[in-house]
């Protein structure tokens, strides 16, 4: 048997100018350009955050001014508050939150259409809510009326026998 030697690996000599020395770092383009990118991307970001951060408290506001709105109104339907104008009254608990009330004659002569409304100015433009409620409610007068009638009528019945 005839031995045969290796075949020689073949080097190759790399010039200065050739491809593999150009691809041997990041070049200060690439770095400038990442950075760019990685900017942007940071600023985008930060936009989000701000916009969600700013329609989160738009929305907190928004539902506690209904709510307040809401147990301002049966405090009147219960009769709570009287049932008189009222104009930027401030809550007990927090006095940036106000609340009006507007009264109108109803549809019928033992109907009024109440307003109540709810406003928040906590100093800035951002925080800013506010929410109106509307309803039908009986004329407490109405019922007070008859029920004084009714008990005259009582009254003079007993007197008579």
């Known amino acids: 048997m005839k031995r045969t030697a290796p075949p020689k690996r073949m080097q190759v000599v790399s010039r200065q100018g050739s491809a593999d020395s150009l691809r041997a770092g990041i070049s200060l383009f690439e770095v400038v350009l990442a950075l ?63 609340w009006s009330l507007a009264t109108a004659t109803g549809p019928h002569a033992d109907l009024l259409n109440i307003t109540v409304s709810t406003n928040y100015d906590g100093g800035g433009e951002k925080s800013l809510a506010s929410y109106s409620i509307s309803r039908l409610l009986r004329d407490p007068l109405v019922f007070e009326e008859a029920a004084a009638a009714e008990a005259e009528a009582a009254a003079a019945t007993e007197d008579e026998l």
């Open 36 to 98: 760019s990118i990685f900017l942007g991307a940071v600023v985008a970001l930060s936009q989000l955050t701000n916009n969600g951060m700013r329609t989160a408290v738009s929305a907190r506001l928004q539902t506690q001014a209904v709510l307040r709105c809401e147990s301002k109104l049966a405090e009147l339907t219960a009769g709570v508050e009287p049932l008189e104008d009222v104009a930027e009254q401030p809550f007990d608990d927090d006095e940036n939150w106000t």
